[in-house]
């Protein structure tokens, strides 16, 4: 196949995938074909970008024709579980309990959306359950805001659990009754090192003097830091565990520590906190968790979990390893956010390009396209940092067959038509679902079309305005002109003239007439770091144009396709304008 013919199949099926041909996703394809181009890869661009500004004036029945042309390999669709079924080891039938236990200081991510389905599926192919656990034994970093926040992305996402949901906090009691037994079998103590000194320790595999202490001496010392008479970092509490060991893990780590903070929940109750370590293995094995799911991080530290519960004499759960997932170019992490937030560059932890539950919300990724796309990954412990792309994916077919269609004109140039009947129009909401009933667009001069293709068009070219009547180009000049955003700058004009109702043309364009237009700006989510990590300051374009009226009733947070634009969604409505967010190209 020749290079033409290879840019416009590509062409062709990346506008019928994705709604408007994009030439940076056409280019990877033709590049593979036609690996030559690569010497000169700004002139292939510019042919492809030609031939999107072609295939994106054709309506779905020309597209399809054209694309019929082409042969392409049939591509298996993942069904909705993602293509994977999760199947626990030595699950019995009706008897499997899982949890997920997220740690209430930050607001849940797509890593979270991950762990919570496979523990829910996991659970439900055995026909069991998932329980929901607030792992909250670190009194500076949790907040009940973030506890409700879990709760709530939860529930809008899908993921259900049964039973109340519990606090880990609300055991410490009995994981103090723990720390008592193990320090009396001498299998745990007090140690007063400093933590350079408990450093040094470990790493040369030394034991330190405290160790040698009777169990009734760190019984005392351990109700001393209950009572919160020792300082945060005067001492800890220590498994005594085997400083030779190969696993570093398992050289006398911490299992509990001073922390005078007050708790989101406890108040100043307790002063004296456990450590993840110590707390998850005897939480899991109280609450009956057969299956305890934890990303493959945590492998090193399965010889304690089980280590504790041994001396304990306590039943221990399966340990499910997988790999934790995050999006290329997005912070998932706290850490990370908090300071954008606090510098301004992103606006909460609700801004579209974050991978939060509730950014993932607000942009209308619906928790369908969630499911699908963290399953897709399975229990692999595999890494995996995928860009935005897969997740659009799903989300753009789910949403097309409900999407209403709406007219929107980015960076609209003017038109000036003469001859054409005004008139009120009558449109679908939808191509293919009548359901969806239709709305009223004015057709009236003068007009406004996109910028792009008012610059592709030829002297004398005869285009049609979609939906009305085919026009043809006479003239240009430049004037000042109001834009979408309030401002007023030289612009071109485009003078027409109305050629006919109907008749076959190769370019169709979108417009929205001077008396029914609506000011809009689309903001347009992109990768928030770069690739080393620093804040990218162009992540968040924003695109001005015309929308048609109807654009201001759409119901928010929901699904919208601007015509030959993208899928985006309502996000704010005011008298000035509309605020849409892409949800994809």
């Given at each position: 196949?020749?290079?033409?013919?290879?840019?416009?199949?590509?062409?062709?099926?990346?506008?019928?995938?994705?709604g408007?041909a994009?030439?940076?996703?056409?280019?990877?394809?033709?590049?593979?074909?036609?690996?030559?181009?690569?010497?000169?890869?700004?002139?292939?661009?510019?042919?492809?970008?030609?031939?999107?500004?072609?295939?994106?004036?054709l309506?779905?029945?020309?597209?399809?024709?054209?694309?019929?042309?082409?042969?392409?390999?049939?591509?298996?669709?993942e069904?909705e579980?993602g293509g994977?079924?999760?199947?626990?080891p030595?699950?019995?039938?009706?008897?499997?309990?899982t949890r997920?236990?997220?740690?209430?200081?930050?607001?849940?991510?797509?890593?979270?959306?991950?762990?919570?389905?496979?523990?829910?599926?996991?659970?439900?192919?055995?026909?069991?359950?998932?329980?929901?656990?607030?792992?909250?034994?670190?009194?500076?970093?949790?907040?009940?805001e973030?506890?409700d926040?879990?709760?709530?992305d939860?529930?809008?996402?899908?993921?259900?659990?049964?039973?109340?949901?519990?606090?880990?906090?609300?055991?410490?009691?009995?994981?103090?009754?723990?720390?008592?037994?193990?320090m009396?079998?001498?299998?745990a103590y007090?140690?007063?090192?400093?933590?350079?000194?408990?450093?040094?320790?470990?790493?040369?595999?030394?034991q330190?003097l405290?160790?040698?202490?009777?169990?009734?001496?760190?019984?005392?010392?351990?109700r001393?830091?209950?009572?919160?008479k020792?300082?945060?970092g005067?001492?800890?509490?220590r498994?005594?565990?085997?400083?030779k060991?190969?696993?570093?893990?398992?050289?006398?780590?911490?299992?509990?520590?001073?922390?005078?903070a007050?708790h989101?929940?406890?108040?100043?109750?307790?002063?004296?906190?456990?450590?993840?370590?110590f707390e998850?293995?005897?939480?899991?094995s109280?609450?009956?968790?057969?299956?305890?799911?934890?990303?493959?991080?945590?492998?090193?530290?399965?010889?304690?979990?089980f280590?504790?519960?041994?001396?304990?004499?306590?039943?221990?759960p399966?340990?499910?390893?997988?790999?934790?997932?995050?999006?290329?170019?997005?912070?998932?992490?706290?850490?990370?956010?908090?300071?954008?937030?606090?510098?301004?560059?992103?606006?909460?932890?609700?801004?579209?390009r974050?991978?939060?539950?509730?950014?993932?919300?607000?942009?209308?990724?619906?928790?369908?396209?969630?499911?699908?796309?963290?399953?897709?990954?399975g229990?692999?412990?595999?890494?995996?940092?995928?860009?935005?792309?897969?997740?659009?994916?799903y989300?753009?077919k789910?949403?097309?067959?409900?999407?209403?269609?709406?007219?929107?004109?980015?960076?609209?140039?003017?038109?000036?038509?003469?001859?054409?009947?005004?008139?009120?129009?009558?449109?679908?909401?939808h191509?293919?679902?009548?359901?969806?009933?239709?709305?009223?667009?004015?057709?009236?001069?003068?007009?406004?079309?996109?910028g792009?293709?008012?610059?592709?068009?030829?002297?004398?070219?005869?285009?049609?305005?979609?939906?009305?009547?085919?026009?043809?180009?006479?003239?240009?000049?430049e004037?000042?002109v109001?834009?979408?955003?309030?401002?007023?700058?030289p612009?071109p004009?485009?003078?027409c003239?109305?050629v006919?109702?109907?008749?076959?043309?190769?370019?169709?364009?979108?417009?929205?007439?001077?008396?029914h237009?609506?000011?809009?700006r689309?903001?347009?989510?992109?990768?928030?770091?770069?690739?080393?990590g620093?804040?990218?300051?162009?992540?968040?374009?924003?695109?001005?144009g015309?929308?048609e009226?109807?654009?201001?009733s759409?119901?928010a947070?929901?699904?919208v396709?601007?015509?030959r634009?993208g899928?985006?969604?309502?996000d704010?409505?005011?008298?000035?304008?509309?605020t849409f967010?892409?949800?994809s190209?």
């Open positions: 196949m020749d290079l033409p013919q290879t840019i416009s199949k590509w062409t062709l099926h990346n506008a019928q995938e994705f408007a994009s030439a940076g996703k056409v280019l990877g394809r033709v590049l593979a074909e036609h690996p030559e181009c690569k010497t000169d890869v700004k002139a292939t661009l510019a042919l492809i970008e030609t031939e999107c500004t072609r295939v994106n004036a309506d779905k029945e020309e597209l399809a024709k054209e694309l019929s042309a082409y042969h392409f390999e049939e591509k298996k669709e069904p579980e994977r079924k999760i199947e626990l030595g699950a019995v039938q009706g008897r499997v309990v997920f236990a997220p740690e209430p200081s930050g607001y849940p991510h797509i890593g979270h959306a991950k762990a919570v389905f496979l523990s829910l599926e996991g659970a439900r192919s055995a026909g069991g359950y998932m329980r929901l656990r607030m792992d909250d034994t670190n009194p500076e970093k949790e907040k009940q973030f506890a926040a879990i709760v709530s939860l529930k809008w996402v899908g993921a259900s659990w049964q039973g109340e949901i519990t606090y880990t906090s609300d055991y410490m009691d009995k994981l103090y009754e723990c720390a008592d037994e193990l009396l079998k001498q299998k007090v140690c007063t090192c400093s933590a350079q000194e408990v450093k040094k320790g470990r790493e040369k595999g030394e330190c405290c160790r040698a202490k009777f169990p009734e001496e760190n019984v005392h010392d351990f001393r830091m209950m009572a919160g020792t300082a945060e005067e001492a800890i509490l498994w005594a565990g085997d400083m060991a190969m696993n570093t893990v398992m050289r006398d780590p911490t299992l509990f520590r001073v922390i005078t007050p989101y929940r406890q108040g100043e109750k307790y002063k004296c906190w456990p450590s993840y370590d998850a293995p005897i939480i899991d109280i609450e009956n968790i057969t299956h305890a799911m934890r990303s493959k991080e945590y492998e090193l530290r399965d010889e304690l979990y280590a504790i519960l041994r001396e304990l004499e306590m039943r221990a399966k340990l499910i390893h997988f790999s934790r997932l995050s999006i290329s170019g997005a912070p998932v992490s706290k850490r990370l956010i908090t300071p954008l937030i606090a510098e301004g560059k992103v606006s909460g932890y609700d801004d579209p974050l991978p939060t539950l509730s950014a993932l919300r607000r942009r209308a990724i619906s928790p369908a396209a969630i499911r699908q796309f963290v399953l897709s990954f229990l692999s412990k595999v890494e995996s940092e995928p860009g935005w792309e897969k997740l659009l994916s989300n753009r789910l949403a097309d067959a409900s999407a209403p269609r709406r007219f929107f004109v980015p960076s609209p140039v003017r038109v000036e038509l003469s001859g054409a009947p005004s008139r009120i129009l009558t449109l679908k909401n191509p293919q679902n009548s359901s969806m009933g239709t709305r009223s667009v004015e057709a009236s001069s003068p007009l406004y079309i996109p792009p293709d008012a610059s592709a068009l030829a002297d004398g070219e005869t285009f049609r305005l979609k939906d009305w009547c085919n026009i043809k180009l006479t003239g240009r000049r004037e000042s109001l834009q979408p955003d309030g401002s007023s700058a612009s004009i485009l003078t003239e109305f006919s109702e109907e008749g076959e043309v190769s370019r169709k364009v979108q417009w929205a007439s001077e008396s237009k609506m000011a809009a689309v903001l347009m989510p992109r990768d928030l770091l770069l690739p080393d620093s804040y990218n300051p162009e992540s968040l374009p924003i695109v001005w015309w929308a009226p109807s654009c201001a759409l119901e947070h929901t699904p396709q601007l015509e634009f899928f985006a969604t309502l704010a409505a005011d008298d000035k304008a509309l967010i892409q949800m190209d």
